[in-house]
């Protein structure tokens, strides 16, 4: 074993409950666990980050993971944190989902065949489309009382005056079809631990009684914390929605964008859950940042490790250029080596104004540019005033009053950047 995994999780803030005898469990030979991905759409979003890093250290840490895709309880919807029932998906788009989860999961975990450690992916649709009702009901339902399944707190909660709506039947017999994903694993794979977020203990604890009611065996679950961010907003959320880990639905610049804006205090935090940097590294580095917080080196890491480990290195470096040229010094060429999508990207919610390509053909002058044909600044006489502060540029290079804008300053065919000092920045797009 390479590490206790148990004190990994722990020394990492990953560990959140775990039910006696876990650690001596695993530390006993290579065992088998594993972790339930919902496969609701065709991308892993950073919220599912801390299971799937939880699976990479018990690799790490020598044992055999399985990554569950829930091809059958997608079908059904969990309750767990959930307060209304969500949308059922179809045969194909599960499948569609599965495959592209195993391939952004491939980036985390070794599936090759030659170690005994090799991680597997399952799906519990292959073993849960052959049960009739009446065969699931007789041989797995009758070992679970009902009373047992209304003490979980996922059901309590969809009882209670405040849920805005009731507990569907489907949606209640979720922790039986879970339970079952754990006791059949535990029957065919000789997996004994069951891993996921705290909110899916209840699940998990299910899954460990059918283990001892029916196949007379011990079964374990070990749950990390839900991850909070220090201002109370909500992890992995931003305007926009959730950050994915598919580059088509969010761009690598907005990726590292998100970790590099960090707060101090979930910089600090978050750089032990989401990389693999070891514990001499991080507290150097946390130390480091105490002494000069303004250089953020914590957050740069953090952005850097992920960003890397999720996207690539390229995506990384392209990420970090397009950032410089909002915040840091760049030149027209670095401007003009942006794809469009990336370009918008970095200049999301910057005013802008349209002008027409013909009006290029013979030079747009710069007080035009600057006032009359997109009140970028207020009168011909402040903007020619900014010219003479030489305190004007186009694409990041200072131009004079005689200056004129043509096709030949426009980025990606269509657009031209104007600054008025560091700070205002306006965009000209042509149509």
């Known amino acids: 074993?390479?590490?206790?995994?148990?004190?990994?999780?722990?020394?990492?803030?990953?560990?959140?409950?775990?039910?006696?005898?876990?650690?001596?469990?695993?530390?006993?030979?290579?065992?088998?666990?594993?972790?339930?991905?919902?496969?609701?759409?065709?991308?892993?979003?950073?919220?599912?980050?801390v299971s799937v890093m939880m699976l990479r250290h018990f690799q790490l840490a020598g044992h055999k993971p399985y990554a569950l895709v829930g091809g059958a309880t997608g079908m059904i919807g969990d309750p767990s944190?959930?307060?209304?029932?969500?949308?059922?998906?179809?045969?194909?788009?599960?499948?569609?989902?599965?495959?592209?989860?195993?391939?952004?999961?491939?980036?985390?975990?070794?599936?090759?065949?030659?170690?005994?450690?090799?991680?597997?992916m399952v799906n519990n649709y292959d073993w849960m489309k052959n049960f009739s009702f009446l065969e699931?009901?007789?041989?797995?339902?009758?070992?679970?009382?009902?009373?047992?399944?209304?003490?979980?707190?996922?059901?309590?909660?969809r009882f209670s005056p405040d849920a805005a709506e009731g507990l569907s039947f489907t949606e209640f017999t979720y922790q039986l079809v879970q339970g079952y994903d754990f006791l059949h694993l535990f029957n065919e794979k000789d997996c004994t631990l069951q891993m996921g977020?705290?909110?899916?203990?209840?699940?998990?604890?299910?899954?460990?009684?059918?283990?001892?009611?029916?196949a007379n065996g011990k079964g374990f679950g070990l749950t990390c914390p839900l991850i909070t961010k220090a201002d109370g907003t909500k992890f992995g959320k931003t305007e926009g929605g959730n950050i994915w880990l598919d580059k088509e639905r969010t761009s690598p610049y907005k990726f590292y964008q998100y970790w590099v804006n960090t707060s101090d205090l979930d910089a600090e935090k978050y750089i032990k859950i989401f990389t693999f940097l070891d514990k001499e590294k991080i507290e150097a580095l946390v130390k480091e940042h105490h002494e000069a917080p303004h250089?953020?080196?914590?957050?740069?890491?953090?952005?850097?490790?992920?960003?890397?480990?999720?996207?690539?290195?390229?995506?990384?470096?392209?990420?970090?250029?397009?950032?410089?040229?909002?915040?840091?010094?760049?030149?027209?060429?670095?401007?003009?080596?942006?794809?469009?999508?990336?370009?918008?990207?970095?200049?999301?919610?910057?005013?802008?104004?349209?002008?027409?390509?013909?009006?290029?053909?013979?030079?747009?002058?710069?007080?035009?540019?600057?006032?009359?044909?997109?009140?970028?600044?207020?009168?011909?006489?402040?903007?020619r005033r900014a010219l003479k502060e030489n305190s004007v540029s186009v694409n990041k290079e200072k131009v004079k009053e005689d200056y004129s804008i043509t096709e030949k300053d426009l980025i990606n065919g269509k657009y031209v950047i104007l600054n008025k000092g560091k700070k205002n920045t306006y965009i000209l797009r042509a149509v």
Not at 92 to 112: C, P, R, V, Y
Not at 141 to 156: A, E, F, L, R
Not at 199 to 211: L, R
């Open 1 to 49: 074993m390479n590490t206790n995994f148990v004190e990994e999780l722990t020394w990492r803030g990953m560990l959140h409950d775990a039910m006696p005898g876990t650690e001596e469990h695993l530390k006993e030979k290579m065992r088998s666990a594993y972790v339930g991905i919902d496969p609701t759409a065709d991308s892993l979003h950073i919220g599912h980050l």
């Open 81 to 120: 944190g959930k307060s209304a029932e969500r949308n059922l998906l179809d045969e194909e788009t599960l499948k569609h989902n599965q495959q592209a989860i195993k391939n952004q999961l491939s980036n985390f975990l070794d599936f090759g065949k030659e170690e005994d450690n090799a991680a597997v």
């Open 136 to 157: 699931f009901i007789r041989d797995v339902g009758k070992h679970i009382t009902v009373n047992y399944m209304m003490s979980k707190d996922s059901v309590k909660k």
């Open 197 to 214: 977020g705290s909110d899916q203990w209840g699940n998990i604890t299910t899954g460990t009684e059918m283990i001892r009611r029916i």
């Open 295 to 383: 250089l953020r080196l914590l957050q740069k890491t953090l952005a850097e490790e992920i960003t890397v480990m999720v996207h690539s290195r390229e995506d990384f470096d392209n990420a970090v250029k397009a950032s410089e040229v909002l915040f840091g010094k760049s030149t027209a060429a670095d401007l003009k080596a942006l794809d469009e999508a990336t370009f918008l990207d970095v200049f999301e919610g910057v005013p802008q104004a349209e002008i027409s390509k013909t009006e290029l053909d013979k030079g747009l002058d710069m007080i035009a540019a600057l006032s009359a044909k997109t009140n970028f600044l207020k009168s011909n006489g402040e903007a």
